[in-house]
């Protein structure tokens, strides 16, 4: 199993950016998969979720109408579309299936 994630970079507060996962080594289509970030000195959270097929998703309070998980099962990929970004939401991200693994992570990080 193998997640590779991609998308992060340096942003203003404000800004967007759309975080990508790659997944192999396990049929992508028959699990759930979450964003979950980890900042500085702090434990990881739980950003989002989506179901196997894609039908449902949930999001924390905390970024919620802010950001958009989806999923393209025929590519194998995960992705979060992050708009309105503020300071706060600077950390590592990463991609992790239901039950786990988890991805290596890329780091966002908003600062003006």
């Known amino acids: 199993v193998q997640l590779v994630e991609s998308g992060g970079g340096l942003v203003q507060p404000g800004g967007s950016l759309r975080l990508s996962c790659a997944a192999s080594?396990?049929?992508?289509?028959?699990?759930?998969m979450n964003w979950v970030r980890q900042a500085p000195g702090k434990g990881p959270e739980w950003v989002s979720s989506?179901?196997?097929?894609?039908?449902?998703?949930k999001y924390a309070d905390s970024v919620k109408g802010r950001f958009t998980i989806s999923r393209d099962n025929a590519k194998s990929a995960l992705y979060l579309q992050m708009n309105s970004l503020k300071a706060e939401d600077t950390a590592l991200y990463y991609c992790?299936?239901?039950?786990?693994?988890r991805g290596q992570g890329t780091q966002v990080t908003v600062s003006s």
């Open positions: 992790e299936r239901n039950g786990g693994p």
């Open positions: 989506i179901s196997s097929g894609g039908i449902n998703t």
């Open positions: 080594g396990f049929i992508f289509g028959m699990y759930g």
